[in-house]
């Protein structure tokens, strides 16, 4: 029975003006990050020559619960934004459930993700700081792009180091970057010390997120007024990513109504943390206790239900800060799957914190179960998802067929954090059943938990 | 100076709740289709193992002003819809013209443009006369992709005969019209009489439209429970397009705005039929008589400013009524360009009896000056148009530019018909310097001009 409306749009007077900063209803807050060298906590003089400025103070702030949006970020975020709060209503009763499925649709923008919410406020601070340009890395290529549109905004230079095995086998979204003027690299690369060193060890080799990473962060640390961006995993991400949950709550008002489950897919930790931030803070703050928060990841990749809580590095290359996160090990090889933005073998710290003291609940699942639900749902609701993103909706349809089974009428919000236009071939291997679930055994995980650092966690660094 | 928001949506509210049909507030009607047989006007019995029903109806319906909108239909567009009215206030302190741009954005569906518009009227109405099933042609695929998606919502099979040229090039593109359960059959087939003759005489044929539309009228006709669907070019698909234009007076009526100016592109003339309609019904009732209306097409492909304006069949197979409009001849080869949707031979009749009578005005434009305009558009306004959409954008921008030499503060309305991330491939020509702007000449016109029958345009047959 229809009772609102299918789609709610905020209106530019209905905006959030502000990020929430749930770190500051954090009870405890995550370990420090640790300066590799040292493994003293890392100050803001450490980072400078590798982020810029504001990004580096919004990273530590701990204490502001609002942070102002720029008026240039807001003027942004109105041209392609609100994104729509969408009722579920033709799924519900496709799986005759008494529940409300709500989904915030992050996809309907060129990026064809979330992402782009984090691209727009880094290119504007580095823009705003003066420099010249900007690196970074992609892999499945959603970060570079959302990155390349803003720096095409701002008319910044920007160096994408792209995974060489997903620009080659990707050739339309690497055409995408190029199309918004960045210079895309196939990494490993002849261009920088780190790229030759790999390629002089092996020279087939295909390249790895941890690989791109070393290579945008030398080309940036070595070139005048260029800093390096990263499109996850850190606070400062999670923090431009709450704009996603703070529309999903004023919508939620407007409607009447307030959401007993919240889920989002998690890899680096982005969609996820936007989705719920809001929401987790009137948890915290104990006005909504009840809520419950699941984190979904794919079986291949398990860090959150499967992985440690330890200090690691960012990236396979060992050139990050230490964060203490649940992590496989940066050496840790994830069985093939189609979601590339979900192969990291880290957690945001901010996830891991609130998973560890059960303020998240975690579970993995197959590629099969969540084709399925792909399925099922563009079917219903007419929009193909990313890989990433099927992950939260078979969560959000399994939650859904519990309350069909006990006839409560919950109401459950997931993040469709973005489309699978650039993801056919996941399709088609899916279509044609190809796909393989290939859950890790003990013995792989290990291999991963063997590279990690043996650094102690240090109690009295909790702030 | 920003005056009014980048983006207006409708609520479920503001919708409208009827097509509008412009046949019915024009003096003079096109002339009448004939059947290729007798050269009689055609009757509704003519095409009822065509077509289904009500789409007869419609089709042949010149005196209804309004036509209510199902409430089935309604409550699908409303899923999808409503595509935002934006202003481009980025393009124009780029351009630094004193003219308003706005476009209404159709691209947000997973079609990738306004097609579904029809599609899913068309599939609704066959779903309600009880049939089982329906056969279409798709060329580049976004009108296979938009039947697609309203085949699976409402349970009815669907076969696409698709290009086989393009059912190659475009492996995603088929995958995506398959993955919404689909069946895709590369055109020349084996599987008709039409495909096999083809084939028999022609071994290495890559396909055409004519042929995939011949192949799919013929299965339409000899299996039980089928009819045929058509994307463009017909006066119900005009009719159920008109939605674009309906919703984009509503929010120019919010924002106290109406355009002096509007704009589509035009291939079968779906989009741009829409678009207008309801701005042309007030300058032909003598509401907005000053209003202008710019049809723009391919310099390749130049059916209204270098057409004739006579009968000739819709198809190159010549299984299709006659219809009296712009044509360059059904057998014309259009040279190589990537704007797919608009290398059609022909015109909407309406659209042509339009153009004829001096309501509508038409240009040309080469594909280096509309992916000129595509890369400035996508870099301000962060959408990522699709190639045909290129055309209007482009006329957008010299229209913009002439109120920059004259200080005009002209108010500029064009219809973003969709997006281009199944284009890639264009845009990676056009950034590699390899676009080709191929004019025909007047011997190559002559050639198509020679494969139209002379069939004697019979005035007393007008109503």
Not at 207 to 212: F, H, Q, R
Not at 423 to 447: C, F, H, I, W
């Amino acid at each position: 029975m229809k009772q609102g409306p299918y789609r709610t749009y905020l209106t530019e007077k209905e905006f959030p003006r502000t990020w929430y900063n749930l770190k500051a209803d954090m009870k405890e807050q995550h370990d420090p990050f640790l300066h590799p060298g040292t493994l003293q906590p890392i100050t803001a003089a450490d980072l400078e020559g590798v982020f810029c400025k504001e990004v580096i103070e919004q990273e530590l702030n701990c204490s502001d619960r609002y942070i102002d949006i720029p008026e240039e970020i807001l003027e942004i975020y109105k041209v392609y934004r609100p994104s729509p709060l969408c009722r579920a209503y033709n799924l519900e009763q496709e799986l005759g459930t008494p529940a409300k499925i709500y989904y915030k649709f992050e996809g309907l923008n060129t990026s064809g993700s979330h992402k782009l919410n984090s691209a727009v406020a880094q290119a504007y601070y580095s823009k705003k700081q003066g420099l010249s340009g900007i690196t970074t890395e992609t892999g499945a290529g959603q970060w570079g792009t959302a990155l390349a549109m803003a720096c095409a905004f701002f008319k910044l230079d920007l160096k994408v180091f792209m995974v060489k095995v997903s620009a080659e086998q990707k050739p339309y979204r690497k055409a995408v970057i190029e199309n918004f003027g960045a210079e895309v690299i196939p990494s490993p690369s002849t261009t920088t010390a780190a790229g030759r060193g790999i390629l002089a060890e092996y020279p087939e080799h295909v390249g790895s997120l941890g690989c791109a990473i070393s290579e945008a962060m030398e080309v940036s640390t070595s070139t005048p007024g260029y800093r390096y961006c990263l499109g996850s995993v850190l606070d400062h991400v999670m923090l431009h990513q709450s704009i996603i949950g703070e529309e999903a709550l004023i919508a939620f008002d407007m409607l009447d109504e307030y959401p007993d489950i919240v889920i989002g897919c998690a890899g680096g930790g982005s969609n996820l943390g936007g989705i719920i931030a809001p929401f987790m803070g009137k948890t915290l703050r104990g006005e909504k206790p009840e809520t419950r928060f699941i984190a979904v990841e794919p079986t291949s990749c398990p860090s959150l239900t499967r992985g440690k809580y330890v200090y690691d590095f960012g990236d396979t290359g060992k050139m990050t800060p230490l964060m203490r996160m649940y992590t496989l090990g940066s050496g840790y090889q994830p069985v093939a799957t189609h979601s590339g933005g979900l192969r990291y073998h880290g957690m945001s710290p901010i996830i891991s914190k609130l998973y560890h003291d059960g303020h998240i609940e975690a579970m993995a699942l197959p590629q099969q179960e969540i084709f399925d639900a792909a399925k099922l749902f563009s079917r219903t609701e007419t929009i193909l998802p990313a890989p990433e993103s099927n992950h939260a909706i078979a969560a959000a349809i399994r939650e859904a067929l519990k309350c069909k089974e006990t006839g409560e009428e919950k109401t459950i919000l997931f993040n469709l954090s973005g489309t699978g236009y650039f993801d056919m071939a996941a399709y088609m291997s899916y279509n044609e059943g190809r796909l393989v679930d290939a859950v890790p055994t003990d013995a792989d995980l290990q291999k991963g938990f063997d590279t990690i650092p043996n650094i102690p966690v240090n109690a009295e660094a909790l702030k």
